[in-house]
């Protein structure tokens, strides 16, 4: 009983930390827009970006997103020592309260940067994986959000592949070698499900390019 109230309590407990609308009120308080009816609609970093035109929006978004991801998974860590369910409890609330703040309406952003806040300190690897295939998928096109989608939806792969190389990363012990990719393919499928739309707009510019008549 004990550590399921530890799991819930960490799991909750990153929800509300994640769960500050960092874009919503630094854009408020920059522009006096809303920022849940402009640009995309988002609340992170880019749609911040590009609403106000603001680098040290933008940058400032992205530093309070990553900390706030790493700060919950860091908690853990320092009050509990190695506890895999309490640690992966609040890598996934983090990003819930991100993606679905209850102060704005349950809106917000789409998880990436405190996810990689979070698995910094959990599973760096985790981390290294999803950049790569960034930075190969954003080499090849230059847009930003089929990067995203490109690296979410492969890095899952070399996760379920190579699940004792993940292993080797990691910061917490799993009971079981098959926990530490379930969590992370969960991870994945979270921030994947925040990027459903723009999947859906490339896939309509694709249909209409000149290239496929």
């Known amino acids: 009983m004990e550590e399921i109230l530890t799991i819930v309590g ?34 992170g970093t880019l749609n911040a970006f590009e609403v106000t035109r603001s680098r040290v929006i933008g940058a400032g978004v992205l530093l309070i ?34 993606n679905y703040s209850p102060w ?4 917000g952003g789409r998880g990436l940067a405190p996810a990689a806040g979070a698995t910094l300190v959990y599973n ?3 981390l290294v994986i999803w950049v790569i295939f960034w930075l190969a998928a954003f080499a090849k096109t230059r847009n930003v959000h089929f990067g995203n989608i490109s690296a979410t939806l492969l890095s899952p792969l ?20 098959s ?3 379930a969590v992370a393919v969960m991870l994945f499928a979270l921030i994947f499900l925040k990027h459903i739309d723009p999947f859906r707009q490339l896939i309509e510019r694709y249909r209409k390019s000149p290239t496929r008549s």
């Open 104 to 107: 704005i309406g349950w809106k």
């Open 65 to 98: 997103d990553l900390v706030k991801g790493a700060i919950p998974v860091f908690l853990v860590y320092s009050l509990l020592g190695d506890v895999f369910l309490p640690a992966s409890a609040a890598l996934i609330g983090t990003v819930l309260g991100h």
């Open 10 to 43: 960490s799991g909750l407990l990153a929800f509300l930390v994640g769960s500050f609308p960092t874009a919503y009120i630094l854009v408020r308080r920059k522009s006096g827009k809303d920022l849940r009816k402009e640009g995309s609609g988002n609340i």
């Open 179 to 181: 926990f530490l990719p």
């Open 124 to 126: 760096p690897l985790l």
């Open 158 to 177: 070399i996760v379920l592949l190579f699940p004792e190389l993940l292993q080797s990363m990691s910061l917490f012990t799993p009971a079981s070698p």
